[in-house]
């Protein structure tokens, strides 16, 4: 060993004289760089110049597919829920369904409330009530002219109130200022509407041990399950209501996977709109959940950017009026999204188009009856209006 200062570190050939340069502490680290620089090869300066920023850009444009994808690796299923087999035909009377459910029957049948916020949905909401209007007591509707993402809106429920004359003798319509908060979670937007629907719901006269329905516009529950309900005793205090998935139309079904709509019966002061799992307990078969069932394209926009989920609008050709028709008529994801499930089997079961379906049968009556008013949502006819 040498006297003097001791360095165990060597230094390349390549690097003589500009590693070992002595100087201000900017001087070294600019040394120390250009002797990297000069020991990559071509292979290495393509790998960082090109394949890098590809891969970059590549997780950029489908980083939202792959944490999909991934789903099962992060994330676990939710308990699942416990079936109730739903029990109807309509030759069989209303006392032997119930007992038929395990349930007893009533005397006379429960007051029946149905509670939606509103934003758009005009011809499912038209749908929707003169599916349930034999059996409700009072249909309740709150709109405001916020969207969730607070955006302003039009009232179009208001402007359109004269379509809906039939209902008017039950109906119970608020309206409500947003607060037009842009960056905020739109979910407590959403929150901030169902605590004033809470409100309204009293405005009605809702009482204790009366049906209330839970649940947003396009998830209609059928009339024979509300009128089962609404008779049977013993029933349970909150019940979720399985309904077939549907997307775009009644042409493309999807699964019978949605459960967010469900029926209380009634608590002063324990009972709360919500529009999330409240109970294990869920009927199957209820109805039908038609998402994103709009007559004109201009509606798809809007609602695209409207909703809760509009961080999905990724980029803005998604937005565009031709690739939205094309999708429409594919059976394809809106947002270029992996299926939301929580099994690798279920997911790549699901990737591609839904598959076009040519049934009609057990559609809501009302829609079959006026099938040349509201033929974009039946089989067959899946272009739309630009509007």
């Known amino acids: 060993m040498s006297d003097g200062y001791y360095n165990s570190k060597k230094t390349d050939d390549i690097c003589e004289g500009v590693c070992g340069q002595q100087g201000t502490r900017a001087e070294l680290i600019m040394s120390r760089l250009r002797c990297i620089l000069r020991g990559l090869d071509l292979r290495t300066y393509m790998i960082l110049f ?10 950029y444009l489908h980083g939202q597919k792959i944490t999909y994808f991934l789903r099962p690796i992060w994330e676990s299923p939710p308990k699942p829920f416990h079936n109730v087999p739903h029990y109807y035909n309509e030759n069989v009377t209303v006392e032997t369904l119930c007992k038929l459910h395990g349930w007893g029957i009533r005397e006379s049948p429960r007051r029946v409330y149905d509670a939606v916020l509103f934003s758009n949905e ?28 607070g955006l302003p809106k039009p009232l179009l429920f208001a402007s359109n109130r004269d379509h809906f004359k039939f209902i008017e003798p039950r109906l119970t319509y608020g309206t409500i200022g947003g607060r037009f908060k842009k960056g905020e979670n739109p979910f407590v937007e959403e929150a901030y509407q169902r605590v004033a629907l809470d409100r309204l719901l009293k405005i009605a006269g809702i009482e204790d041990d009366d049906l209330l329905i839970m649940s947003d516009v396009d998830e209609i529950p059928s009339a024979h399950t509300i009128n ?59 109805g039908w959940h ?38 429409i008529c594919k059976g394809a994801n809106l947002f270029d999204m992996i299926p939301e499930e929580y099994t690798f089997k279920e997911i790549i079961g699901k990737m591609g188009p839904i598959p076009h379906s040519y049934s009609a049968v057990h559609f809501p009556a009302y829609l079959l009856n006026n099938a040349e008013k509201y033929k974009y949502l039946l089989p067959g006819n899946c272009r739309r209006e630009s509007g």
């Open 122 to 149: 005009l011809d499912i909401l038209t749908i929707r009530w003169n599916e349930l209007y034999p059996y409700v007591t009072q249909f309740v509707l709150l709109e405001s002219n916020s969207t969730f993402t």
């Open 50 to 59: 090109m394949i890098v920023p590809i891969c970059i850009f590549g997780v």
């Open 290 to 327: 038609c998402s994103f069932c709009f007559r004109h394209i201009s509606e798809f926009v809007f609602k695209m950017k409207a909703y809760s989920h509009t961080d999905r609008v990724r980029f803005s050709h998604y937005l565009n009026h031709e690739r939205i028709q094309d999708v």
């Open 228 to 286: 089962l309900l609404r008779w049977c005793d013993d029933i349970p205090p909150v019940l979720h209501l399985r309904l077939r998935n549907y997307l775009y139309s009644f042409e493309f079904y999807m699964d019978n996977k949605s459960w967010r709509a469900s029926v209380h019966r009634y608590k002063t002061g324990k009972t709360r709109y919500a529009h999330y799992r409240r109970t294990d307990d869920i009927l199957t078969d209820a």
